[in-house]
């Protein structure tokens, strides 16, 4: 007995540094082994995120619903990205849509000399780098530490309105003629029906993991009316000439990747990858198509769906792409659940309920709800693209009630105020999955990872 009580003490002698180790970890801590920062992806509501609430008010199935009831104003937003007239190119700066509804995931950056830590909303459908700023007027004080000190950043500078780069943007405030002392390149926007807010374009040095980007290009938010600002910072992968991407050409050679975590993550993060080095090598590509009627969109090659066994009958006119026109399917960071054109989704919902087990309901965006007892019985949905067939996990074709009783699928019809031809991959159905854009090569990998 006794020699069984010496035996317990040593292992939980031995086993005690340990646990009181891994109790006083920071899970959030910023710092990688090497003590740069690292680039994780953070869902909005998770724990490491400065913008999450109450983990335990909102169950995962009130927080998509949340999240998902802003898609029809996000897919407004994507039908309106129409390419600009030549003499035009993108805004520094967010569009209203594009304010009010992209926060599914942040990422931490930092920005100026001495560096300061932002957390920045990830964009793939945006060419803007945007920040709101210290001292602006009118913009959200619920957070405060969000903001953007330009004085206390010794590598600061704004950009004039002399400056080519000034003159491409959307909103201009500078003066018809150049003054002897050139004004600072500014703009004003317009959103939400009654808010509006203004900008500067300024440079300052960006500081992403242990890569330092010199003179990077961002709007400075310096005011703003009305209640819908949001205190993220934006951060646009599109290819426009103003997105991260874009700017950082000569040092990520336009290839990026992401693993999205799911929103049931709350003490999890996901990763982005920046550049060719530390790629997944398995992975299966297919190719990335360009619109010129919407330029900063990434559009697939979507052919067909699959509910099960079963290949579901649409009229291909829906899905195929059209690069005058812009229709076709996108893949995008900002939509929370999947949508396809009307008929398509109604083709994939009637086939889906044909092998599950009604009755039926509708729970918010979602019309396919059923009993979870039967959730067993639910088919896997298939994306099949040229060259790549994307078996969609359960998890990612299903969202589930916090009491564990209704299952739902999670897809839905473009809204009828929306652009009738886009279909959109979501961020819901790209989660635990490695996501590479390789831009010069226009191709789209896919591999399956654990992002948690």
């Given at each position: 007995?006794?020699?069984?009580?010496?035996?317990?003490?040593?292992?939980?002698?031995?086993?005690?540094?340990?646990?009181?180790?891994?109790?006083?970890?920071?899970?959030?801590?910023?710092?990688?082994?090497?003590?740069?920062?690292?680039?994780?992806?953070?869902?909005?509501?998770?724990?490491?995120?400065?913008?999450?609430?109450?983990?335990?008010?909102?169950?995962?199935?009130?927080?998509?619903?949340?999240?998902?009831?802003?898609?029809?104003?996000?897919?407004?937003?994507?039908?309106?990205?129409?390419?600009?007239?030549?003499?035009?190119?993108?805004?520094?700066?967010?569009?209203?849509?594009?304010?009010?509804?992209?926060?599914?995931?942040?990422?931490?950056?930092?920005?100026?000399?001495?560096?300061?830590?932002?957390?920045?909303?990830?964009?793939?459908?945006?060419?803007?780098?945007?920040?709101?700023?210290?001292?602006?007027?009118?913009?959200?004080?619920?957070?405060?530490?969000?903001?953007?000190?330009?004085?206390?950043?010794?590598?600061?500078?704004?950009?004039?309105?002399?400056?080519?780069?000034?003159?491409?943007?959307?909103?201009?405030?500078?003066?018809?003629?150049?003054?002897?002392?050139?004004?600072?390149?500014?703009?004003?926007?317009?959103?939400?029906?009654?808010?509006?807010?203004?900008?500067?374009?300024?440079?300052?040095?960006?500081?992403?993991?242990?890569?330092?980007?010199?003179?990077?290009?961002?709007?400075?938010?310096?005011?703003?009316?009305?209640?819908s600002l949001p205190p993220q910072g934006l951060m646009g992968l599109g290819r426009g000439p103003t997105s991260l991407i874009s700017q950082t050409t000569s040092l990520y050679s336009g290839v990026f990747s992401y693993c999205l975590p799911s929103f049931r993550s709350f003490y999890f993060s996901g990763s982005l990858k920046l550049g060719p080095t530390g790629q997944p090598r398995s992975i299966r590509y297919t190719p990335l198509l360009r619109s010129s009627h919407r330029p900063s969109l990434y559009y697939v090659n979507l052919t067909g769906v699959s509910v099960g066994p079963t290949q579901v009958p649409v009229d291909l006119t829906?899905?195929?792409?059209?690069?005058?026109?812009?229709?076709?399917?996108?893949?995008?960071?900002?939509?929370?659940?999947?949508?396809?054109?009307?008929?398509?989704?109604?083709?994939?919902?009637?086939?889906?309920?044909?092998?599950?087990?009604?009755?039926?309901?509708?729970?918010?965006?979602?019309?396919?709800?059923?009993?979870?007892?039967?959730?067993?019985?639910?088919?896997?949905?298939?994306?099949?693209?040229?060259?790549?067939?994307?078996?969609?996990?359960?998890?990612?074709?299903?969202?589930?009630?916090?009491?564990?009783?209704?299952?739902?699928?999670?897809?839905?019809?473009?809204?009828?105020?929306?652009?009738?031809?886009?279909?959109?991959?979501?961020?819901?159905?790209?989660?635990?999955?490695?996501?590479?854009?390789?831009?010069?090569?226009?191709?789209?990998?896919?591999?399956?990872?654990?992002?948690?």
């Open positions: 007995m006794a020699s069984s009580t010496l035996h317990l003490f040593f292992f939980l002698a031995l086993l005690l540094p340990s646990t009181l180790t891994t109790a006083t970890r920071d899970t959030c801590a910023t710092a990688a082994p090497d003590g740069s920062d690292d680039l994780s992806i953070i869902p909005v509501n998770a724990r490491c995120s400065p913008f999450a609430a109450n983990p335990t008010s909102t169950s995962v199935m009130d927080t998509v619903l949340h999240m998902a009831s802003a898609d029809s104003h996000r897919l407004i937003y994507l039908s309106s990205l129409v390419a600009d007239r030549p003499n035009r190119t993108s805004v520094p700066v967010a569009s209203a849509n594009q304010l009010l509804h992209t926060g599914n995931y942040v990422v931490r950056a930092r920005l100026g000399t001495p560096p300061q830590l932002m957390f920045m909303v990830l964009d793939t459908s945006n060419d803007a780098v945007w920040l709101p700023c210290s001292g602006c007027s009118g913009c959200s004080t619920a957070a405060t530490a969000a903001y953007f000190n330009p004085n206390s950043s010794s590598t600061y500078s704004t950009v004039s309105c002399s400056t080519a780069q000034c003159t491409q943007a959307r909103g201009l405030t500078c003066p018809s003629s150049s003054p002897s002392s050139p004004s600072v390149c500014s703009f004003n926007q317009s959103y939400g029906g009654d808010s509006s807010f203004s900008a500067s374009l300024v440079q300052d040095t960006l500081t992403l993991a242990s890569d330092v980007i010199s003179n990077f290009s961002f709007g400075c938010i310096n005011s703003a009316s009305g209640n829906y899905l195929t792409f059209d690069s005058n026109s812009g229709a076709g399917t996108i893949i995008d960071s900002g939509t929370v659940i999947t949508r396809f054109v009307q008929p398509v989704y109604e083709a994939i919902r009637d086939e889906f309920r044909k092998q599950v087990k009604g009755p039926f309901s509708t729970l918010g965006a979602f019309d396919t709800c059923f009993a979870a007892d039967s959730d067993n019985l639910a088919p896997k949905v298939t994306l099949h693209m040229t060259s790549l067939d994307l078996k969609l996990p359960m998890e990612n074709t299903l969202i589930h009630s916090s009491a564990g009783t209704l299952a739902c699928l999670s897809m839905a019809g473009i809204p009828l105020n929306a652009n009738a031809v886009l279909n959109v991959i979501a961020n819901l159905q790209q989660q635990n999955l490695r996501i590479l854009f390789d831009v010069p090569n226009s191709r789209l990998g896919i591999a399956t990872e654990a992002c948690n």
